[in-house]
């Protein structure tokens, strides 16, 4: 029930109350009267009658008091006027007139108790008030009743009865009693048309205002209420106006910085203020993030960190990483979670040929769910399973495509991911400068480390690495084999071909020093034409077969260089870590012993280092 409609059932309510009562009030204030007024009507008829009665005594007329009760009840609407004698009398004077009437029950209560009694009552539609009053023996007057009557004072002698119609006043106050009503009525009828028209404005902007607040609370300030007089209300009306004109401009405001930030439009059916907060709070945790990141020590921890907000925060629990290797592979960095895994959800062509994967060949976003089968290289269901759609966005870093984060999502779950890919490119345009300054760190580092001609590392990478080598081997209680190995007289390629010639030997010799060996043993340039190797878990004879496996390989490598084929040897020493010595760089030394034996012996050949071969070269070193 609105206000207005409450006001008017109260005002309504209160003028019925009023109503009520007043009728109420009326009626018995008219009933009463009219018993009042009508009672000292008979009660004055009733001494007129006992005057003229006495006086006809005295007169010795009372034979003609019919006659004069008969005249009586001319009167206008006097129905009944009689008279009866009590016994008393009757005992004095006899049986009275022969018309004499008896007394009816009212009559013999009113001649036993002297108490005048009236009655009400209705008769055919008429309304007709009936009194009967005792004539009391009084002392009173002369002649008064004792001196005729042999009875004491106080004794009731007898009654008049008269009975009169008050319908004519019963009418005229139920006329009085209508007016007053109507009156009443109209009064109420015209306070309720008036209340209505003054709280109108306040019921229609009250409304106005539910409609603004609930538009206000699905993030709609647009609303307006219309302006009223200035009044209260008008003045509630324009306040609310200017509320909703700052919230609405404000809103807007933020939106559109927002969006600038996200790319993310608030559609026409989203809570436009619940969207703000959401991109907000998002870019908010995009910053966090990227404060978190550039603590981060290396490329890999940042992809672990982003790889849980894809499943904690946007709950895509599959997923890859990939990052764009020199020339033309890609590896994979973070594949559902696990570092490094395999190729999952694409064609394997696009490690060793990344052009193959659209999203590094263009540099843009490669959105499948907008363009359903868009990217070759997807691998939508590599297990049979739910049918996938994909969204693939690329991390420029230097102006080329740097890495590549791969979305996968099942066909049932598109939506939910374009509506958080937006969200998913503000970490990504976060991370992106991040991961180019590590890429950078670690590019230098990894230069700083490694031999460029070669592609080696180099000395100061052992001298880096050494401590976590040697912690290793005594951690595993093993042995490590370390060869000095150095080009017979390699100065004469120099000499006779060219430095470059020399490069080139080199390298040759660089890759099949690499090919003679397991991936987890190292191969260092160690000086110019020195190179140095450690073999992981090394037993001497094992060390000594490897050795002369590799002197062999070199003295049959044919190599090309500028107008000739040249085949060189090389001198290799060997020393065994900790057999020989407690200490890594003095195993080092005695390796370079080894190695000098060699050289001494004739060359291209493998010298193990034997104790008696550090005397005399200890001052040497
Ligand atoms: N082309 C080229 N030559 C280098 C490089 N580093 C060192 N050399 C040369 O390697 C040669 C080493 O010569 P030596 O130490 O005299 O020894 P060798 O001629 O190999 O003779 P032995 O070691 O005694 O068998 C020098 O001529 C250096 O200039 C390099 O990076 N490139």
């Known amino acids: 029930m609105n206000l207005n409609s409450k006001v008017t059932f109260l005002f309504a309510a209160i003028a019925l109350g009023i109503l009520a009562m007043l009728v109420a009030i009326s009626l018995y204030a008219f009933r009463s009267f009219s018993i009042t007024s009508s009672s000292a009507h008979v009660r004055t008829a009733a001494e007129v009658v006992r005057v003229h009665l006495t006086e006809a005594m005295i007169q010795g007329t009372i034979q003609h008091r019919e006659q004069f009760l008969a005249r009586l009840m001319e009167v206008q609407g006097l129905s009944v006027a009689r008279v009866v004698r009590s016994p008393i009398v009757d005992q004095q004077f006899g049986a009275g007139l022969v018309r004499e009437l008896p007394a009816d029950e009212i009559e013999k209560a009113v001649l036993a108790s002297g108490e005048p009694r009236y009655e009400l009552r209705e008769v055919n539609g008429d309304t007709l008030f009936r009194g009967t009053i005792p004539f009391v023996a009084s002392t009173e007057g002369t002649p008064n009743c004792l001196q005729c009557h042999n009875v004491p004072e106080g004794a009731v002698l007898g009654a008049v009865t008269m009975e009169m119609s008050i319908a004519d006043l019963k009418e005229r106050a139920l006329m009085t009693v209508a007016g007053l009503v109507a009156m009443v009525a109209l009064f109420a009828l015209l306070a309720i048309a008036l209340v209505r028209r003054i709280i109108r404005p306040v019921g229609e902007a009250a409304r106005d205002v539910e409609v603004a607040v609930q538009r206000a609370l699905k993030g709609d300030f647009k609303s307006q209420i219309a302006a009223y007089p200035q009044d209260e209300i008008g003045q509630i009306a324009n306040d609310t106006n200017r509320l909703l004109s700052y919230l609405d401009g404000g809103l807007e405001r933020i939106t559109q910085r927002v969006v600038q930030l996200t790319g993310r439009n608030p559609r026409q059916d989203e809570n436009k203020l619940e969207a703000t907060i959401d991109m907000v709070n998002s870019l ?57 895994g395999a190729c999952r959800w694409c064609d394997p062509q696009i490690l060793v040929r990344s052009e193959t994967c659209r999203a590094k060949r263009s540099g843009h976003p490669v959105d499948a769910i907008a363009q359903p089968g868009i990217c070759y290289a997807f691998r939508g269901t590599p297990d049979g399973g739910e049918p996938r759609s994909h969204y693939c966005v690329p991390i420029i870093q230097s102006g080329s495509v740097g890495s590549v984060i791969q979305l996968v999502v099942p066909e049932s779950d598109t939506r939910r991911l374009q509506e958080v890919a937006p969200f998913i490119h503000v970490y990504v345009r976060e991370m992106a400068p991040v991961l180019e300054a590590k890429r950078l760190t670690e590019t230098l580092r990894d230069s700083s480390l490694r031999d460029a001609m070669t592609g080696l590392n180099n000395r100061r990478f052992l001298e880096e690495y050494v401590d976590t080598l040697i912690a290793s081997a005594r951690r595993r209680q093993v042995s490590l084999a370390i060869m000095l190995l150095d080009l017979d007289y390699f100065k004469v390629v120099n000499d006779t071909y060219g430095h470059d010639a020399g490069d080139t030997v080199l390298k040759a010799l660089s890759g099949v020093l690499k090919q003679s060996v397991r991936a987890s043993d190292m191969v260092i340039r160690f000086g110019g034409e020195e190179f140095l190797i450690v073999l992981q878990e090394a037993t001497v004879e094992g060390a ?78």
Do not use: C
Not at 295 to 319: A, M, N, P, Q, S
């Open 284 to 340: 908010a945790d995009a910053a966090a993030f990227k404060q978190a990141i550039e603590e981060d020590e290396t490329k890999g921890e940042i992809y672990d960190r982003f790889g849980r907000i894809l499943t904690e925060r946007f709950g895509i629990t599959t997923y890859s990483i990939y990052e764009a290797a020199d020339g033309k592979q890609m590896a994979p960095m973070l594949v559902d979670g696990e570092a490094g």
């Open 544 to 621: 000594e077969k490897v050795a002369e496996n590799i002197r062999r390989s070199v003295e049959q490598l044919k190599i090309q260089v500028a107008g000739a084929v040249l085949q060189k040897t090389i001198s290799i020493g060997l020393a065994m870590f900790p057999e020989d010595s407690e200490t890594f760089w003095q195993t080092v030394k005695f390796a370079d012993v080894a190695l000098y034996r060699a050289k001494e012996a004739g060359r291209n050949r493998v010298v193990r280092f034997e104790a008696q071969m550090w005397e005399g070269h200890a001052e040497a070193y």
